[in-house]
């Protein structure tokens, strides 16, 4: 367990249609990272927050939107969903920006 | 933004030898450079880093070089092993930035 929990751990829904998926970082550590990983394809940046804040964002769709709570859990927001958002959704936390990630075990989606 | 390229796309070996995983980046002012395994349908797992002020650094069998005049980084893995299999990710954060720019990723076969 890396201490960095993701639910659901499955996903499966239907086109137009719109999930959570929900990341609790690592006790202590203040940053949380976004990526998707395609079928064969590398880890894709798509949104961090820091305490609360969002402090960089890459390839999200605008469809796709994301928060940080005051209890420093994340949600990632998926809508309208299209057969090619099917991925799995890692989330990673750390304790700070310059440090390495702790990754989740990650959310499958499947969008049929 | 930073771009990361890993060589090879696949790596078979057998057991016993060697491996060498070869990634490049491209922006100079990049300063952290982790190495993460990915098993099977599992997450990402931090095997080792490097920060730019560090030529090598080395953990058991598992070793990582940096050229910062080249802009290239390397994995080795030495007396390779079958529970070595896995997909390999490289990365790459510059100081400025927040988030990891990951390589496409290695597979690595350790053949019995």
């Known amino acids: 367990d890396s201490g960095v929990t993701q639910t659901p751990k499955h996903l499966i829904t239907a086109t137009g249609q719109r999930v959570t998926l929900r990341c609790s970082p690592r006790s202590g550590d203040l940053s949380v990272y976004w990526y998707q990983q395609s079928l064969d394809q590398g880890l894709q940046f798509l949104i961090q927050y820091y305490n609360g804040e969002e402090r960089a964002k890459g390839n999200i769709l605008e469809r796709f939107s994301a928060q940080q709570f005051p209890d420093l859990h994340s949600e990632l927001n998926l809508s309208s969903l299209e057969l090619g958002d099917s991925a799995l959704y890692f989330c990673?936390?750390?304790?700070?920006?310059?440090?390495?990630?702790?990754f989740g075990s990650g959310t499958r989606l499947t969008v049929v | 933004g930073e771009n990361v390229e890993q060589h090879p796309s696949t790596l078979s070996v057998q057991e016993g030898d060697s491996a060498v995983i070869k990634c490049t980046y491209s922006d100079s002012a990049s300063n952290y450079f982790p190495w993460y395994k990915q098993e099977l349908g599992k997450r990402p797992q931090l095997i080792i880093d490097?920060?730019?002020?560090?030529g090598e650094k080395k953990d058991q069998r598992i070793a990582v070089t940096l050229n910062k005049t080249a802009k290239h980084f390397s994995l080795h893995i030495t007396e390779t092993q079958p529970e070595d299999s896995a997909v390999y990710f490289c990365?790459?954060?510059?100081?400025?930035?927040?988030?990891?720019?990951f390589g496409s990723g290695t597979q690595l076969t350790v053949l019995p």
């Open positions: 490097i920060r730019s002020n560090v």
């Open positions: 990365a790459a954060r510059r100081g400025s930035a927040r988030q990891l720019t």
């Open positions: 990673a936390s750390s304790v700070m920006e310059s440090y390495g990630y702790t």
